[in-house]
């Protein structure tokens, strides 16, 4: 499956931000999917995941709240929407997918997008 990923910009601190994934290649609905992130300097982590269905999410700590993980099978596209941004989430931003049940877990994932950046500015 091939990912884009789109949505990343310059906000300011509190501002929000929608970033989509759009898939293509194979059927979106058989994967799990997951937001990552990496700021320079720093490993790559997980923002959020969702299931194939839509039904289970999972969020990092430092995260939830104020970021929401959808999906939309229809429109093969996963989103984040990111509210009450933070310098803190300043990072490159990936999706990915994975038929691994554990998609909370970043070596679990097979397909990466390109990455956006986000940047929020203080």
């Known amino acids: 499956v091939q990912l884009q990923a789109s949505g990343g910009g310059l906000v300011q601190a509190g501002g929000s931000l929608r970033l989509s994934c759009a898939a293509s290649?194979?059927?979106?609905?058989?994967?799990?999917m997951g937001w990552f992130r990496q700021a320079p300097g720093k490993e790559r982590d997980v923002v959020a995941a969702i299931s194939w269905s839509g039904a289970n999410t999972y969020y990092a700590d430092s995260v939830k709240g104020r970021f929401t993980i959808s999906r939309d099978n229809a429109k093969n596209t996963v989103y984040l929407q990111m509210s009450s941004l933070i310098p803190e989430d300043t990072a490159v931003y990936y999706c990915?997918?994975?038929?691994?049940?554990?998609?909370?877990?970043?070596?679990?994932?097979?397909?990466w997008g390109q990455g956006t950046q986000v940047t929020v500015s203080s």
């Open positions: 990915a997918a994975t038929q691994s049940n554990s998609y909370t877990t970043l070596r679990n994932y097979r397909y």
């Open positions: 290649g194979r059927t979106f609905s058989l994967y799990n």
